[in-house]
């Protein structure tokens, strides 16, 4: 089995900074893809951040330039810098990866996701 463990959510003031980190463990043969959706009350889930193996990143347009996501392949754990914290940013956030658990079959997998709050 395959788990992912997310951790560093919390309470924030407006402007403040978070540190968010998930670390994959299990019967891993590979990892594709490492991201970060985040689901606030009453709306869809939706991406923040992604990085393929290969360092290659995606953002959604509404973090860019205050959030930098970032993984260490050797330890499969992924982490989310959040910066200039807005009250807007307030959701519970999920790790997800994309990966494999032998030669041939890919899967998605999720955290059980840490809450983070902004307060304005």
């Known amino acids: 089995q395959v788990q992912l463990v997310e951790s560093g959510g919390g309470l924030v003031q407006a402007g403040g900074s978070l540190r968010l980190s998930c670390r994959a463990s299990?019967?891993?043969?590979?990892?594709?893809?490492m991201g970060w959706y985040r689901q606030a009350p009453g709306k869809q889930r939706e991406l923040v951040a992604a990085?393929?193996?290969?360092?290659?990143?995606n953002y959604a347009d509404s973090v860019k330039g205050r959030f930098t996501i970032s993984r260490d392949n050797a330890k499969n754990m992924v982490y989310l810098q959040m910066n200039s914290l807005k009250p807007e940013d307030t959701a519970v956030y999920y790790c997800?990866?994309?990966?494999?658990?032998?030669?041939?079959?890919?899967?998605?997998?999720w955290g059980q996701g840490t809450q983070v709050t902004v307060s304005s």
């Open positions: 997800n990866a994309y990966l494999r658990t032998n030669l041939y079959n890919s899967y998605d997998y």
């Open positions: 990085i393929t193996s290969g360092g290659s990143t």
């Open positions: 299990g019967r891993i043969f590979s990892i594709d893809a």
